[in-house]
């Protein structure tokens, strides 16, 4: 059985090279070390054209659109997208994308290109 110890009151940097909180337990198992890795991304389910879903791992161009285009005509989504203009203030979206920023990655997607 191994002993737990606790960091001093303020912190402190344990033996293992991590900060450690005042009070929190430091580790002291091997096993239990926290593991750097790379952060590897998952394919995942994502829309890259209304109701066309795809496995990938990379970003859809839609996505980061989002809230800041609209279909030109919702009837026929396949004539593009444009900016939504009610949705910028100023030239600004509440994200900070600017309306010219929105624009061109509206004519990529228009161009057939689905990710960043």
Known sequence: MTTQTR???GGEVA???EFYEGGR???TIAENAKKE?????????VQIEP????LSDKKPLLSIVGGGAEYINRNDWKQGIRPYAPAFT???MYTGTTI???QGMCDK????????
């Open 90 to 92: 100023n030239g600004v």
């Open 15 to 17: 033996p293992n090279g």
């Open 51 to 54: 109701y066309v879903w795809v």
């Open 25 to 27: 337990f430091i580790n």
């Open 100 to 102: 010219t920023e929105v």
């Open 7 to 9: 960091a001093r009151k």
């Open 37 to 45: 890795v790379a952060a590897v991304k998952k394919a995942r389910k």
């Open 109 to 116: 997607f228009n161009a057939g290109e689905r990710f960043v």
